[in-house]
């Protein structure tokens, strides 16, 4: 028997977003979103509430780079999600290591295996959220999360989720299947 829950969203899996950015001063800035995703081959898509300091930062310069949150970054991923970065310095309270990306004006946190350079290509401002879309100019990963092949094993990546009904967070699990060929069984 099934059960009518009303407006309760539960899509899973959420991914932890750690958006990095620059201020007007260069300060560097990070969030934690979990309303994104990829949007394309080459997208990613974020929503982010109009008031954020992150939300100001890409107003600005456009850039920001969206690195994956893991088990070994969930603490540092949390905390990056309780403290506005307009009250205090999140990069320096953390003391993460931070660099300028090669690619776009926005902060790499090297903490972060796997992270993805952006330049935003299109914002909009709906029901007081900033919609951005972003096109991924690079993605700079830590080679001991590669495979054989050189492409990014999740496996080792080990990346988290957020389980919006628990308020939880959650590891990526094993390969059940294989994408595009499991389902010609029934061609």
């Keep these: 028997m099934k059960k009518n829950l009303g407006n309760t969203p539960v899509v899973a899996p959420l991914p932890v977003l ?4 620059y201020d007007e001063q260069g300060t560097p800035n990070a969030m934690n979103a979990a309303w994104g ?5 080459h997208h990613v898509a974020l929503n982010l ?3 954020h300091k992150t939300t100001e930062n890409l107003k600005h310069t456009k850039a920001f780079t969206l690195s994956i949150a ?3 970054t969930l603490v540092l991923s949390d905390y990056f999600g309780l403290v506005s970065g307009r ?15 090669e690619f776009v004006n926005a902060p790499i946190i090297y903490e972060y295996p796997l992270t993805l350079e952006c330049k935003a290509v299109e914002m909009q401002e709906v029901l007081d959220e900033m919609h951005v879309v972003g096109e991924v100019v690079n993605a700079q990963v830590d080679e001991s999360i590669l495979n ?10 080990q990346p988290i989720s957020f389980d919006s009904v628990l308020c939880a967070y959650r ?11 499991d389902g010609s069984t029934l061609l």
Aim: proline share 0%; net charge positive.
């Design 49 to 51: 509430a109009l008031g």
């Design 148 to 157: 054989t092949q050189g492409k990014v094993d999740l496996g080792k990546l």
């Design 37 to 41: 995703g990829q949007c394309g081959y």
């Design 171 to 181: 590891v990526l699990g094993d390969v059940v299947g294989k994408a595009f060929k």
């Design 70 to 72: 893991t088990l070994d």
């Design 87 to 101: 009250k205090e310095n999140k990069i320096e309270k953390a003391g993460v290591h931070i660099a300028h990306s």
């Design 18 to 21: 750690i958006v990095a950015t």
